[in-house]
């Protein structure tokens, strides 16, 4: 069955989206930071950005990271190591006052040292199990939706943006709706 535009109802003017924009990549390259679906901040790096605002607005989003990466890994780190310091700092202030003898600082200062580790330890074994569910969903939400961008055309006598599978139609600035 031929596809046809929707509202005009002529295939002489339709083109595949994913046509539009992988025929604009020019060999140049962008950096950004924005905010992803989970909230968490990210960076990422475009190509094919000097091509028309057409193809920008037909273009999907970058396909989100499949790692957990090291980030929780370092902030955890951070909130541990933190309150780490501040205690041996403290028993090193209690020390030069009382004139304890080093045992008592070293002792403490493993204890400080295991709990951090200890700390550190249980809240990963928190926290990656629901990293690694958020990271699966965005992944399967993303591939859901490459799935019907994928099957999207563009049709320049309407200038829009229509799904052959359900007939739905959108303006190119606001694609997003169709997917
Ligand atoms: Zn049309």
């Not at 000097?50 to 951070?78: I, N, Y």
């Not at 403290?90 to 070293?106: E, G, H, P, Q």
Request: glycine fraction near 10%; charge should be positive.
């Amino acid at each position: 069955m031929p596809i046809s535009c929707p509202t005009c109802g002529k295939d002489d003017s339709i083109q595949k989206v994913s046509a539009i924009v992988g025929g604009s990549t020019v060999a140049m390259r962008t950096a950004g930071v924005g905010l992803g679906p989970e909230g968490d901040v990210g960076i990422g790096i475009g190509a094919g950005t000097l091509s028309s605002s057409l193809a920008q607005s037909l273009s999907l989003p970058r396909k989100p990271d499949s790692s957990v990466g090291v980030g929780p890994m370092v902030v955890g780190a951070t909130f541990a190591l933190a309150p780490m310091f501040l205690i041996l700092w403290l028993l090193s202030l209690v020390n030069a006052y009382l004139r304890t003898t080093d045992t008592v600082t070293i002792v403490a200062g493993i204890a400080a040292i295991v709990s951090m580790v200890v700390g550190l330890l249980l809240w990963h074994a928190r926290y990656m199990p629901a990293k690694r569910r958020g990271v699966a969903s965005s992944q399967a939400r993303w591939d859901a939706r490459f799935k019907t961008w994928s099957r999207l055309y563009y049709c320049k006598r309407d200038d829009i943006v229509f799904d052959p599978g359900t007939g739905a139609t959108s303006p190119p600035n606001a694609m997003s709706s169709l997917l």
